[in-house]
């Protein structure tokens, strides 16, 4: 079978970008492709222990939020209350793009204003890979898992045809697993948090924020049970305790916050709160480890005594923690 994806990836960039607004509800603009990339190396991942379609995949994870772009803010009801579909999916506004493609063409022209995103999705996948000359033995099924992403309140009889392919089953985990646990949804927490706060014009509160965190974790427990995948479960559990073990640390780095804030975890959590206005977790990452780090390192260079002893404890958890969150960014569990 001919291959089109590099055409298609640079299609759904091309689309992310016709939108000018930067913030809208936990999403934010850098947040849809850095979200869409990481789902598609999880999914591709776990498509190797679980004997999943490749190319399937790939395809379908590339395109799975091509309309998210769309969703506004959640309708309200006139009692204030989110608006849902029939499978209990809340609604959102339509937030139209900046510019055109034909993309958004299609979408107009396939009337898809309103619908939840996988719905609409699932449309545009089937029409893009029709449109590149896919066979449809692959475009039907990567527009099933597409629409299967998302899971929402069906019969027992619809939601086992709806994920009974390997594929569904492993986009819908990982599509769930890259915003609420781990690594990755830590960033996505502290970038709502300082979302919150620029609006508020209020400064984050570093030691309240870390001390917040343990119920905040606690409560990603129950996303084990959403897991359509044992190897999602596992992943899970994996995601969780290093999450734990982070903000054990936070919490023992609070005894010193100051030469902690120069080398270790608190100073990259810090780092990790700039730039609410644009943020994105890849770029953060890559500054973590490409310029915040090498500076402490050198600063490092001139400590000495007990001060040099606690310095060099921050750092080496500071390296596995950009460690740790590169590997999740690249589709390790």
């Known amino acids: ?84 579909d029939e499978e209990g999916f809340w609604l959102n506004e339509t937030m139209l793009p900046a510019r055109h493609n034909w993309v958004t063409e299609l979408y107009d022209r396939l009337e898809l204003g309103g619908q939840v995103h996988h719905l609409s999705g699932a449309s545009l996948t089937q029409h893009i890979l029709d449109e590149y000359g896919y066979p449809q033995n692959f475009n039907k099924p990567s527009a099933k898992v597409v629409r299967g992403h998302l899971k929402g309140k069906v019969p027992p009889e619809v939601h086992d045809e709806r994920y009974k392919e390997v594929e569904v089953r492993i986009l819908y985990d990982s599509d769930t697993i890259d915003p609420n646990v781990g690594l990755t949804a830590f960033y996505r927490n ?110 490092f260079s001139a400590e000495d005594g007990e001060t040099r002893e606690h310095a060099e404890a921050a750092l080496q958890r500071t390296r596995e923690f950009i460690r740790m969150l590169h590997g999740e960014i690249n589709g390790q569990p």
Not at 3 to 23: A, H, N, P
């Open 190 to 299: 502290i970038q709502i948090n300082a979302g919150s706060a620029l609006k508020k014009g209020a400064p984050i509160d570093l030691a309240e924020y870390v001390r917040s965190l343990p119920r905040w974790i606690s409560a990603k427990d129950s996303f084990r049970e959403q897991m359509l995948t044992e190897l999602g479960k596992q992943i899970c559990d994996l995601r969780q305790q290093r999450m734990r073990s982070v903000v054990d640390q936070l919490h023992g780095e609070l005894e010193r916050p100051e030469i902690n804030r120069q080398y270790g975890l608190l100073g990259a959590v810090e780092h990790l709160f700039t730039n609410p206005e644009d943020p994105s977790l890849h770029e953060h990452a890559d500054e973590l480890r490409d310029v915040w780090l090498p500076e402490r390192e050198q600063a």
């Open 1 to 84: 079978m001919a291959t089109y994806y590099d055409e298609i990836e640079q299609l759904v960039i091309g689309t992310f970008s016709l939108w000018e607004v930067t913030r809208v509800g936990f999403s934010w603009r850098k947040y849809y492709l850095n979200h869409t990339y990481r789902v598609q190396r999880l999914a591709l991942t776990m498509g190797q222990e679980l004997d999943g379609d490749a190319d399937v995949l790939r395809h379908s994870a590339i395109l799975h939020d091509i309309t998210k772009r769309y969703d506004g803010a959640i309708l309200k009801s006139p009692e204030g209350k989110n608006v849902v």
